[in-house]
């Protein structure tokens, strides 16, 4: 292995939006994420939803306006 060509691969903590923390090794200095295995539906068996706009709403709102009327026209925007 070549020398002062590696960046330093150290301990570092990771940081997560809900709280959690954990230890871990990896070239950069600091990590924070989103999201970890502790928060994750997918780890805690809950749902949750990520929505950061209330896009999740907007497309349900969309979504039951199309379902009322049958799709006669392609597109809302077609007017002209
Ligand atoms: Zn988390």
Redesign the pocket.
Known sequence: MKTDIHPKYQEVTVH?????TFKTRSTALKIE?E??????PFYTGKQKLVDTAGRVERFRRRYAKAEEKPSKGKSTKAKS
């Open positions: 997560c939006v809900c709280g959690n994420l999201i970890c295995s502790n928060c994750h």
